[in-house]
C-alpha cells in the first residue's frame, strides 16, 4: 500500500519527477491530478501516492500518449475494485533512468526546450530528449510544440549537418525521435468529423517524411479523414489506392529538385484522373519558379499555412494551374542524357584519379550531380540546378573536403560531358556547364583583383 500521508513540498516532488513546478500547477489546474494538500501555510504538501501517480502519467507519455489521454486512462483503469498500479505496473529501472535525466534550468520557454531538446539528441541521449518533449507537450499546445519545438530543431540539426558541424547519425537519431512523437500524437487524433478524405504522401523517391507526417496530424486535428501513405509512392501504384478511397484532395511533399521531378509524374496522373492535386516542400520554397511546372495547387511557405489553405481548396474547388511543356529539344537531351550517363560517370573517375579527389564525397557529389541534371531537364530548365550547386559546396565540406575543389570536380565533369555527349542532342546541358565554369572564372578574377588590390 503506498501511503497517502501528506509529507513532500512542492520542491520535493521536483526533484523526484523532473516535471516543472508550473507544469504540476497546470495539471492539477486542468486535470485535477495530483490533489495536494494545503499547510498551515497554504503550501502544497504531497504523498508518496501522488509521486506514483505522476511518474505513471510520465510513463504513459512515454509510450506516447498526450497528458489529457493519460489522465483518462488513469480513471478508467481505477473505475471499481481495480487498481491503475497493478493494471499498469510502473517500471522502476526505466523511471530512475527519466530522473537521472533533468530538464532545462531556464524554464517552461520552447525555444529553452528546443535547445535542450537538439543538445539531447546530439548526445544521443533519448530519455532526457523524451523527458523534454513531454514536458513541452504537457505545459503548450500540441501544434506549437510541433512548429516551434520539433520543426526548428530539426531544420536546425539538418543545418549542423550541412555545415560538418553534426554527423549522419546524429541527424537520424533526432529525426527518428520526432517521428515517433508525430506517429504517435497522429495514432491519438480524435476520429473524423468531416465528410472529406485526403490522401498525405510523398512522391517516389522522397524519403523526408517529417513535413507530410505533421501535415497529416494538423489536418487530422481539424477532424479530415487522412489517409496517410508515407514516403516513397510509386506512381503507378497511387492510382489503385485514389480508385479505392476517392480523396477529395492528394497532398504531396516534395523537398529535393528530383523529387519535384517525380512529383511531376504524379502531378500529371492526377490530372488525368480528374483527381486534385496539392503540394508543398522545401524545393519550392528555395526556387519558387518550380511552382509552375507543377499542375497543382500550392499550399504555401510555411507549414502553418496548410490548414487554411486546404480549407479553402475543398470549399472552392478551384481548377488546378496548367503545366508548362517540355520542349522537343529537352525531351530529346532528357532521353540522350540518361543514355550517356554511365559512359560521362566512368570518365570523370578516370580524369579525378590523379587529383587526390578519389573520395567518396566526390562518389556522392557526382551520384546527386547526374541525378539533378536528369530531373531538371524533366522539368525543363538547368537554372534550376543553380541551388544544387551551392548545397554541393557544403556537402564538399561535409566530407571534409575543400569547398573549392568543388571546381575539379566540375571542371572534370564538363570534359566528360564534352567527350561524350554529341553537340546538338547534348546542347543543353554543354551550355548549362560552360556557363556555370565561365561564372566561376568570373568570380576567381574579382577575388583575386581584390587581393592585389589589398597587397598594395
Known amino acids: 500500500m503506498i501511503d497517502k500521508t501528506p509529507t513532500y513540498n512542492l520542491k520535493a516532488v521536483v526533484q523526484e519527477t523532473g516535471l516543472k513546478p508550473d507544469t504540476l500547477r497546470a495539471w492539477e489546474r486542468r486535470y485535477g491530478i495530483p490533489e495536494p494538500d494545503r499547510s498551515q501555510g497554504g503550501h502544497r504538501l504531497y504523498s508518496d501516492y501522488d509521486i506514483q501517480i505522476l511518474k505513471w502519467l510520465l510513463a504513459r507519455q512515454d509510450e506516447g500518449l498526450s497528458i489529457s489521454r493519460a489522465v483518462k486512462l488513469w480513471h478508467y483503469l481505477g473505475k471499481g475494485n481495480k487498481d491503475p498500479f497493478d493494471e499498469m505496473p510502473l517500471d522502476t529501472e526505466k523511471l530512475k533512468e527519466t530522473v537521472d535525466y533533468p530538464l532545462p534550468d531556464s524554464g517552461n520557454r520552447l525555444s529553452d526546450l528546443r535547445n535542450g531538446w537538439i543538445d539531447a ?3 544521443f541521449n533519448e530519455m532526457r530528449a523524451e523527458a523534454i518533449l513531454a514536458q513541452a507537450f504537457s505545459y503548450y499546445p500540441p501544434e506549437m510544440v510541433c512548429f516551434e519545438l520539433l520543426q526548428k530543431a530539426i531544420v536546425a540539426i539538418g543545418a549542423g549537418w550541412y555545415a560538418g558541424e553534426t554527423t549522419v547519425q546524429q541527424e537520424h537519431f533526432a529525426s527518428a525521435l520526432a517521428l515517433r512523437r508525430l506517429d504517435a500524437l497522429l495514432a491519438a487524433a480524435p476520429p473524423p468529423t468531416r465528410p472529406e478524405r485526403i490522401i498525405v504522401g510523398c512522391p517516389p523517391k522522397e524519403t523526408h517524411t517529417f513535413s507530410p507526417l505533421l501535415i497529416a496530424y494538423l489536418l487530422r486535428r481539424r477532424g479530415w479523414h487522412v489517409v496517410y501513405l508515407g514516403a516513397d509512392v510509386p506512381t503507378d501504384r497511387l492510382q489503385v489506392t485514389i480508385a479505392r478511397t476517392r480523396p ?20 500529371l496522373l492526377m490530372r488525368e484522373k480528374g483527381a486534385p492535386l496539392a503540394y508543398g516542400g522545401m524545393v519550392f520554397n528555395t526556387n519558387p519558379t518550380l511552382r509552375e511546372r507543377i499542375p497543382g495547387h500550392f499550399l504555401g511557405e510555411d507549414l502553418k499555412q496548410v490548414t487554411a489553405a486546404v480549407e479553402r481548396l475543398l470549399a472552392n474547388r478551384p481548377e488546378a494551374p496548367g503545366a508548362i511543356s517540355l520542349s522537343e529539344e529537352f525531351q530529346h537531351a532528357l532521353g540522350y542524357f540518361r543514355e550517356r550517363a554511365g559512359l560521362i560517370d566512368s570518365e570523370i573517375w578516370q580524369r579525378l584519379s590523379d587529383t587526390g579527389l578519389h573520395h567518396v564525397g566526390v562518389a556522392e557529389a557526382n551520384r546527386h550531380m547526374q541525378r539533378d541534371i536528369i530531373a531538371a531537364l524533366t522539368l525543363g530548365d538547368l537554372d534550376f540546378l543553380g541551388h544544387n550547386i551551392h548545397w554541393l559546396e557544403g556537402l564538399m565540406v561535409n566530407y571534409r573536403i575543400e569547398a573549392e575543389k ?27 556547364l560552360e556557363q556555370l565554369l565561365a561564372t566561376r572564372d568570373e568570380l576567381w578574377t574579382v577575388q583575386q583583383y581584390g587581393q592585389t588590390v589589398n597587397a598594395n
Open 121 to 123: 539528441c546530439m548526445n
Open 248 to 267: 477529395d484532395l492528394i497532398v504531396f511533399s516534395a523537398q529535393l529538385l528530383h523529387t519535384a521531378a517525380s512529383l511531376l509524374d504524379v502531378a
Open 406 to 432: 568543388l571546381y575539379i570536380y566540375l571542371d572534370a565533369y564538363y570534359a566528360a560531358a564534352q567527350k561524350h555527349l554529341a553537340a546538338e542532342a547534348g546542347r543543353p546541358v554543354l551550355l548549362w
